[in-house]
């Protein structure tokens, strides 16, 4: 974020950027990643993200940048593009204490009175952090120790949709005595090595180098910003409207969520760290339209030079798909899958070699055949207990009535030296003999 652009670029153009990406930048696979600051913890309310630079913001390395990487055709190909070396933002956000309060004189604005609305908004920083809304050290490492607190409120549905001369939301105040919502960040430099997808450009992996730095904002650049965002003294029409145009929706939101789901904090908080980071995002896109803006009318103009440390290197790579899981996973895997084939085929192996085959006629009732698989072996002109039930049984029997025929019977089993006798019975006057030849 440089101070410098806030003239050259047009208030129509910031009016642009924050409508289009107020309301969803942190979920924006191309240019955010999250979870990697290793001290910001979501039991403490703390949530992290990344922010790598984005592909189509890095421009071909020159006096004028207004030559992207994806023009040329250098990338058309490949399946993921890397640019290494390059330095990211860091942001972490967690809710401040309860008890801060801003300093209604220094730390706040009032802004967008002139376009029918009003906004209160508060930024203030203590002790190298910047805060909105409210303060804590908490969470901050010796590294990344640069917290920043800002809040914000809006006019409420009550005095914005009756306005009078007399009663608006510039004349009654009563709503800028609090704060609707507020949180706490804090920023730092990282190198990182970075691969996007070559189709959609999305983050698909970020590496980080060791020694982040603090990244330190002044207050006074977010104020700026805002008085051109809110209250900017333009005349041109395409900045009068898109100045009311935002003022609109970002108020239309606020109201939505304070009248109508105001116990639904998180949204309402997504707006407000959409619009802190949004600035930190863009911020080197408003650098490079400065440099093209010189450039053009001058051609060896020499005020928005790119920085040296914001130069990389870009390489094409090509992806090959891998499986990758902890190594104790793996091997627990293949433990149990080699125990289960070696038992499976081990049950196999004693079946082939330790059992004989069973032979037995099938009686066509598959209740009486499982009593004949007993393991003795038979011969095919033996007769069995199967032979005694299709005596006794009408033809093609059920199995009730199968069922109903065991019950019936009460077997005894004889064994002589060669023969095995079952005598079968119902009762005194039924009895039946079979010989089953063994």
Not at 370 to 398: D, I, K, M, V, W
Request: neutral net charge; charged residues 15%; aromatic residues 10%.
């Amino acid at each position: 974020m440089d101070p410098r652009v806030l003239p050259v670029i047009p208030t129509s153009v910031v009016c642009i950027y924050f409508s289009e990406w107020i309301s969803n930048l942190l979920r924006a696979s191309q240019y955010v990643t999250g979870g990697l600051a290793a001290d910001c913890s979501k039991d403490q309310g703390c949530s992290s993200i990344f922010l790598p630079g984005g592909l189509e913001t890095a421009r071909v390395f020159g006096q004028n940048l207004n030559a992207t990487l994806l023009q040329e055709g250098y990338f058309n190909n490949s399946d993921a593009i890397l640019l290494s070396q390059v330095p990211g933002i860091g942001v972490k956000f967690w809710p401040p204490p309860a008890s801060f309060t801003f300093d209604a004189q220094n730390d706040c604005q009032i802004l967008g009175q002139a376009l029918g609305d009003g906004i209160k908004i508060c930024i203030t920083s203590k002790d190298s952090y910047l805060v909105v809304g409210k303060r804590t050290t908490s969470l901050l490492s010796s590294i990344t120790s640069n917290e920043m607190r800002i809040g914000w409120t809006i006019c409420p549905s009550d005095v914005y949709l009756h306005q009078t001369a007399n009663y608006n939301c510039s004349t009654n105040r009563t709503w800028t005595e609090s704060i609707d919502e507020m949180t706490a960040f804090s920023a730092y430099w990282q190198n990182a090595t970075t691969a996007y997808a070559g189709q959609d450009f999305s983050i698909l992996h970020v590496e980080l180098h060791p020694s982040p730095q603090p990244y330190i904002i002044d207050p006074s650049l977010y104020r700026a910003l805002w008085t051109k965002l809110f209250n900017d003294n333009t005349t041109l029409p395409e900045d009068l409207l898109m100045m009311n145009s935002f003022m609109f929706m970002l108020g239309w939101s606020l109201r939505l969520y304070q009248d109508r789901f105001n116990p639904d904090r998180q949204n309402r908080l997504n707006l407000l760290q959409n619009f802190l980071t949004i600035p930190l995002q863009f911020g080197t896109t408003a650098f490079q339209s400065a440099n093209t803006t010189c450039q053009s009318p001058h051609p060896n103009c020499a005020t928005f030079l790119m920085p040296q440390n914001l130069t990389a290197n870009a390489s094409s790579a090509q992806i090959q798909h891998q499986f990758r899981g902890k190594h104790w996973t793996m091997a627990l895997f293949m433990a149990i899958g080699g125990a289960v084939v070696l038992w499976a085929g081990s049950v196999l192996g004693w079946i082939l070699v330790h059992k004989d085959p069973l032979r037995f006629i099938p009686s066509g009732i598959p209740d009486l055949d499982s009593a004949t698989l007993s393991g003795t072996s038979l011969e095919p002109s033996g007769r069995t207990f199967a032979h005694a039930a299709q005596a006794e049984l009408p033809p093609n029997p059920g199995t009730w009535s199968a069922r109903k025929f065991c019950k019936q019977k009460t077997l005894r089993v004889e064994k002589s030296e060669n023969q095995i006798l079952v005598l079968s019975a119902v009762g005194p006057a039924n009895s039946h003999e079979s010989i089953i030849n063994s």
